[in-house]
């Protein structure tokens, strides 16, 4: 079971566990251009790779931040303009607004946000965690299978999204 635990030095009162980032990293710190290649991974095996640019910004409104995803395919570019909006900072709770009332709540442990959510039965579970100058970013996703017992309902991980992205241009 995860605890938060708080501990007292001169410089005031430190916590660990989601919101234990000083709100002044995250996501500030992440802000920037981001590129990277993004593997596509179905039942364990590599089926493609697509280039991908993130760019994270501030906007005006200094809880909001824009969170745009550039995936470079050749044959079927996308771009995916979101916003990262904080819900409670101290507690490391964001949201990401997809538009058009698409919210999915994100968790920040450290420097690694978590979410976890479900669409048309099927599970997806996304993460991003900042390690130096990278920003690791994957994506699961699996539908219900059986457990043999009513008290445990399992997913499969059928596919794997995953890009390791370097910082290209530091907006901080």
Known sequence: VYKRQVSTQSTGTILTGAGSQNTNTFPTSWEGIWEGTMDLYREGIITG?????LTIAKTANPITWTWKTEYLSPKQPVTKNYLLRTVDATKGIYVTDEGGGVELYNYL?????YNVFETDGIMLTSTYEKIGNQL???VTSGK??????PLVINYSVENL??????IVSKFS
């Open 49 to 53: 790779t697509v280039p991908v640019k």
């Open 109 to 113: 442990y450290g420097n690694k946000t």
């Open 136 to 138: 690791i970013f994957e």
């Open 144 to 149: 219900k299978i059986s457990s043999g017992s």
């Open 161 to 166: 999204q995953r890009v390791i992205f370097k």
